[in-house]
């Protein structure tokens, strides 16, 4: 038998995973509306697959942003990851799909145009990817999540990129309460193809260089390395008299021993 002629071939060719035990690919298409109008059938319906399905997704796409954006914060993370598993998000995914096609619903959900409605998608989508992670483990899970969000994690990197000085900014001034410094230190070039160099430093210290066509394109280069310098000097920065206010300090400390008083 053919992988296209296979029961759910066409799906498992487009998710890219044939599955060894085929009822979990049913039962992760399987919406409670359809058990309603089946009472003696055996197959449950995919709600606990979306459960683990959730999880596994959080996961997957938690480690994606972690290698993709190494300079993000921890709440542009949590951002891009919500918006990435949101309803809509996943609802996307799945229309690439065609999941609704396949999905096993009650004839009344059915005429309410379920196969269409973005919860339902998003629910069968996070049941499918459950169903991957029992029949093959999470690197399978994770393959399959890395390419179906691969253009979403493309979009939401260059967003965050997009503006490296405006980010740079708010975090020199959480971590040191002080404004970057752009320097100019070098420019090569005829005059209508020139190439600038930009120096950063915070509180005295440089933290690196970059270059650009131009003298804004340099400094947003430059942010960019400064962003990824930031976490070596946080530490530093936190003992230095004139770093982070006590208040940030004894919060952190806090969260760290459990939320216990400082």
Not at 4 to 33: I, N, V, W
Not at 72 to 98: I, M
Not at 110 to 137: C, H, K, M, N, T
Not at 161 to 171: A, V
Request: aromatic letters at 4%.
């Amino acid at each position: 038998m053919s992988d296209a002629s296979r029961p759910f071939g066409r799906l498992e060719q487009r998710l890219g995973h044939t599955f060894s035990d085929r009822t979990l690919c049913e039962t992760a298409l399987t919406h409670k509306s359809w058990l309603n109008e089946a009472p003696r059938s055996e197959r449950g319906n995919n709600e606990r697959l979306e459960f683990l399905g959730d999880a596994v997704l959080t996961l997957a796409v938690s480690d994606m942003l972690m290698a993709r954006l190494p300079t993000a914060s921890e709440g542009e993370l949590s951002k891009t990851r919500a918006v990435l598993v949101s309803e809509a998000g996943l609802a996307r995914v799945a229309e690439g799909l065609d999941l609704g096609e396949w999905i096993f619903l009650g004839r009344g959900e059915e005429q309410a145009g379920g196969r269409a409605r973005p919860s339902i998608l998003a629910d069968a989508f996070e049941a499918l990817v459950g169903a991957v992670f029992i029949d093959a483990g999470f690197a399978p899970a994770r393959a399959i999540v890395e390419r179906l969000f691969g253009g979403a994690l493309a979009s939401a990197e260059h967003g965050l990129r997009r503006d490296f000085k405006s980010r740079l900014q708010e975090r020199s001034q959480a971590l040191m309460q002080q404004a970057p410094q752009y320097v100019v230190v070098g420019q090569e070039g005829p005059d209508h193809d020139k190439t600038f160099r930009v120096a950063i430093s915070l509180a005295g210290r440089e933290l690196g260089q970059a270059s650009g066509k131009s003298k804004k394109e340099a400094e947003q280069n430059a942010a960019a390395v400064a962003l990824g310098k930031l976490d070596e000097l946080q530490p530093q920065a936190a003992d230095a008299p004139a770093g982070e206010p006590q208040a940030e300090k004894k919060d952190r400390k806090g969260k760290a021993e459990g939320g216990a008083p400082g």
